[in-house]
């Protein structure tokens, strides 16, 4: 594929062109990765689907955005090159910020693991008796560094986060990420879905925040079916925890190159995508 704009970061997922100064490309692939690694298979669609998707949580989260003095970094999901249409958004350029903002509702993966050992996640302390899959009291901020491709994000302390963006910024971001958190959990749960964690990343604009990247897909968020949830186990998910299960199961040793992906874990990937995609936004995928 070849577009008329410099290619300008190749990330995990997206492709990064430059249109001009203001603006950049984002352009959604099929790849998928796990475990720090991008997997020789691609999944169908599932760059259609996390484009889509990103597009309508922008939609409906631009008013909780507009309450705390920022905004999004959307302008089109048409105007792109055809070649590239349905995977691709026009997106204003930003001064990225260099953390990940993650929140979370409920105890799962690396935070249980942190909580087994500690009682808490880093330097925000949880009750005791959580286990796998529990609701927290409230939604907890847990931000992490941003790791290049092929490297690890690694959790940090709210100082952390001052010491990168200074305290004002870093309190601003900790508000914004919360509260996105909380509105994406109750549009999830009115369409029968747990939204267990997520992260988002904020750049800068004009001296304000503004949330780029995606938001809140089957790649950034787990997603589980609210009939199923069950403390106390791993639990069924619309979004690539299939895949890292398999991963695990298959014997690769996460250090040589990722196996390719077998069709039926493909398809059941797809599916999940798709699923979250038609149960959260109540529109069939085409």
């Given amino acids: 594929m070849t577009l008329p704009f410099d290619l300008v970061a190749r990330g995990k997922v997206r492709d990064v062109y430059a249109v ?3 603006r950049l490309l984002l352009v959604a692939s099929d790849r998928i990765s796990a475990y720090d690694h991008v997997l020789p298979t691609p ?3 599932k760059g259609r689907v996390l484009t889509a998707l990103s597009v309508w949580w922008f939609e ?3 008013p909780v955005l507009a309450e705390h003095g920022a905004t999004h970094h959307l302008i089109s999901a048409d105007d792109v090159p055809a070649e590239v249409a349905g995977r691709a958004v026009l997106v204003r350029r930003l001064e990225m910020l260099p953390v990940e903002c993650v929140a979370r509702g409920y ?3 690396s935070g249980t693991v942190e909580y087994q050992r500690t009682g808490a996640i880093v330097d925000v302390p949880l009750p005791a008796g959580l286990v796998e899959g529990s609701r927290l009291p409230e939604p907890v901020f847990t931000p992490s560094t941003k790791a290049a491709v092929g490297e690890h994000d690694e959790a940090i302390p709210f100082t952390g986060v001052v010491d990168a963006v200074g305290a004002e910024q870093a309190e601003a971001l900790r508000a ?3 509260a996105l958190y909380r509105r994406g959990a109750e549009i999830a749960e009115d369409a029968g879905i747990v939204l267990a964690d997520t992260k988002f990343e904020f750049g800068t604009a004009g001296g304000s925040l503004v949330l780029g990247d995606e938001v809140l897909t089957p790649d950034s968020s787990r997603f589980w079916p ?3 949830w069950s403390p106390g ?7 690539k925890q299939f895949v890292r299960d398999w991963l695990t199961v298959s014997g690769w040793d996460r250090v040589s190159p990722p196996p390719e992906l077998p069709e039926d874990v493909v398809a059941a990937t797809r599916d999940r995508y ?3 995609y038609e149960q959260l936004t109540g529109t069939p995928f085409r």
């Fill in 107 to 109: 105890l799962s993966g």
């Fill in 226 to 228: 609210a009939t199923t």
């Fill in 60 to 62: 409906q989260l631009a």
């Fill in 233 to 239: 186990a791993a639990q069924p998910s619309y979004d």
């Fill in 43 to 45: 999944i169908p669609d």
């Fill in 274 to 276: 798709v699923k979250a």
């Fill in 176 to 178: 914004l990420t919360l």
């Fill in 20 to 22: 001009d100064d203001d």
